[in-house]
């Protein structure tokens, strides 16, 4: 990172800039990549010359600035942020149908039916999102309720949970269900991992920058994210591209759900960023839990086509991908997912007792059925960490 991260002289330059203008700069991150301020509108509507107005589009009210923000040449100054509230980051959680008979499963059935095999002991995973800390409560409940050992949050080593909260505290529980079905089923999938859960106060934009540029900046190697926004053309924000990067290039694999709809809406980012693992869904054939591994098949719709992302390097023996249509078109950029599992879909796939599957976390002693691409995340990236230290 010393290479290549921006340099402190940099950093002094642009805040000294941003001071300049009445900005108030209330930070810089650990690598240097994110510069943290603040400011009234006409301040920032002058420092940057835009004017930062309100709009109607799509059914929906945001404000937003008119022009792309510039400064002045010379300053390292790759993007700025938080002057738009138009894109709206949303859990990957789809389904809140009790599933039928057959559907109900838990982290351990998810790690039978995929053949997992070792656990996750000595080993720690990470989760980004925002929201409020459960309580241990709902972690001794699911434990009694599977028959299983309990995540202690505050412990240490195996079996440990830690709560990061980021920019702030909060009391939104809209994200309980993810927050739960992240920690529970990850635990049963790789049983005795220690789990670290980064949570900012809300999902603005500039929040989710410092969330994912906390966890680009952790020594955890291994990061699961069920969220994102999905729109058409996909946004993509540069400065969590420069901390997702990082996050590569120091031996860090970001995992972000496709989300549900990803590919009549364009698209959903971060899963679009050639610096993460895209992780789309499927619809597992399966009996009842425990039920060994029949077969599975893509769902529809569950993936996305960024033209102006580069594909990455890897990406390839994957034919020609196509753009959701009509008209269908080659997608010639990033597409997406690179890899698939579970997700109990039942909006555009099949909806069978047999194929839609469904996680069950557990708040508060409820046990309410939790699906969409949110479960394959946890899937994929734990089956991964349980099998390779």
């Known amino acids: 990172m010393a290479t290549y991260a921006p340099t402190n002289v940099q950093v002094q330059a642009a805040t000294a800039w941003l001071k300049d203008q009445g900005l108030d700069v209330t930070g810089v991150s650990p690598d240097n990549l994110l510069i943290h301020v603040q400011a009234k509108v006409n301040k920032l509507e002058k420092a940057f010359g835009v004017a930062i107005n309100d709009y109607t589009a799509n059914g929906r009210s945001f404000h937003s600035n008119d022009r792309d923000p510039v400064v002045p040449d010379g300053l390292s100054v790759n993007w700025i942020s938080g002057l738009s509230d138009y894109d709206v980051f949303k859990p990957a959680v789809t389904c809140v149908t009790p599933p039928s008979t057959g559907c109900s499963l838990d982290g351990t059935d998810l790690k039978n ?9 000595g080993q720690t995973l990470g989760f980004t999102l925002w929201g409020e800390p459960l309580p241990q409560s709902d972690f001794t409940s699911y434990a009694n309720a599977t028959g299983t050992t309990a995540l202690t949050i505050g412990q240490s080593g195996d079996d440990g949970l830690n709560f990061i909260t980021v920019d702030g505290t909060t009391t939104e529980s809209d994200t309980d269900g993810e927050v739960a079905l992240d920690t529970q089923n990850a635990h049963l999938v790789a049983p005795g991992i220690h789990e670290t859960y980064w949570q900012g106060a809300d999902n603005s934009f500039s929040t989710l920058e410092d969330v994912l540029n906390d966890a680009a900046n952790s020594s955890i190697s291994v990061i699961s994210n069920s969220w994102g926004a999905q729109s058409n053309p996909c946004s993509v924000d540069s400065n969590m591209e420069t901390s997702l990067q990082h996050g590569a290039a120091t031996g860090k694999t970001f995992y972000f759900s496709s989300a549900d709809a990803g590919a009549s809406s364009g698209c959903s980012y971060p899963a679009e960023s050639q610096y993460v693992v895209a992780v789309g869904g499927t619809a597992l054939n399966i009996t009842t839990p425990g039920d060994t591994y029949n077969s599975e098949s893509a769902v529809n719709n569950g993936g996305g086509c960024l033209d102006s992302e580069p594909r990455p390097s890897w990406q390839t023996g994957i034919g020609t991908p196509q753009k ?12 997406e997912p690179d890899v698939s599992a579970i997700t109990g879909f039942c909006t555009d796939g099949p909806a069978t007792a047999a194929s839609a599957a469904r996680a069950f ?8 059925p939790s699906s969409g691409t949110t479960t394959t995340p946890q899937t994929a990236d734990r089956g991964w960490g349980s099998t390779h230290p």
Not at 113 to 121: L, P
Not at 361 to 368: C, D, F, I, N
């Open 113 to 121: 039916v995929y053949d997992v095999v070792g656990d996750g002991k």
């Open 361 to 368: 976390p557990r708040l508060s002693g409820r046990r309410p």
């Open 324 to 335: 959701w249509g009509p008209p269908q078109s080659a997608c010639t950029g990033r597409a």
